[in-house]
């Protein structure tokens, strides 16, 4: 499986080589990297380039680089995966965005997001898709709150990679059902 998703204005594709310089620049950019750990250097951006291309090569979806019809040919990233780590809610599988600043603001993460969602419902027969993002990230909540995914706070949950005291450690957690009338192709 090698899929690419078309929305109308976006194209979810597989990584090409001429991406990895975009999304170097991007991860060192403080505006996107706000509610991570940091920045990231050169060579930890090009590792995590390579380690997302391979497994969307390989599975078909996964950390999708986003097109924008007859514009930027890397806007940023909508990604499919597996939650990478173990919490009350695990094993689970989650959906994620993260854009190039200049891109923001038009509607583009809740377009891709909900391509993928819709993907992750229709094609690989989830039964629930999660999100998650530190609570002070209100800008990525907003994505979610847009795509009709629900929030219970008895869902949140401290990042087990992130220390005690840590400014992102509190994390919220947003449930999407496949039953939920608000995907349509579900
Ligand atoms: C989180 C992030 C993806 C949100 O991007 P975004 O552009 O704000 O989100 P959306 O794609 O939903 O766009 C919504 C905005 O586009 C506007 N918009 C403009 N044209 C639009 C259109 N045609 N359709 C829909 N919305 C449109 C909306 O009014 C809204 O504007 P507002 O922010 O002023 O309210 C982005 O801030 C980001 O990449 N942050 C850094 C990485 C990150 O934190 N990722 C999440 C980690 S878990």
């Known amino acids: 499986m090698n899929a690419i998703i078309e929305t109308a204005r976006l194209i979810l594709r597989p990584w090409r ?51 924008v019809k007859g514009g930027a040919s890397f806007a940023g990233v909508i990604a499919l995966q597996d939650v990478p780590f173990e919490a009350p809610f695990t094993p689970a599988f989650e959906v994620g965005w993260r854009l190039a600043h200049e891109h923001w603001g ?40 847009r795509l009709g995914m ?7 949950f401290d990042h087990p990679r992130l220390a005690p005291g840590h400014r992102l450690r509190r994390h919220v957690l947003y449930r999407a059902s496949r039953h939920d009338r608000a995907f349509s192709s579900s």
């Not at 951006?45 to 969307?56: G, S």
């Not at 583009?108 to 002070?136: D, K, S």
């Not at 629900?150 to 949140?156: G, L």
């Open 150 to 156: 629900t929030h219970d706070e008895t869902d949140d």
């Open 106 to 145: 038009r509607g583009y993460a809740t377009e891709g997001a909900r391509a993928a969602l819709e993907f992750a419902f229709a094609e690989l027969q989830h039964e629930e898709v999660v999100a998650m993002t530190a609570a002070v990230n209100l800008r990525s909540q907003m994505v979610m709150r």
């Open 17 to 67: 080589d001429a991406d990895v310089d975009e999304w170097v620049a991007m991860s060192a950019d403080p505006r996107v990297m706000e509610f991570f750990a940091s920045t990231q250097e050169r060579a930890d951006a090009e590792t995590a380039a390579a380690v997302m291309r391979e497994r969307m090569d390989r599975n078909g979806f996964g950390w999708w680089a986003l097109d």
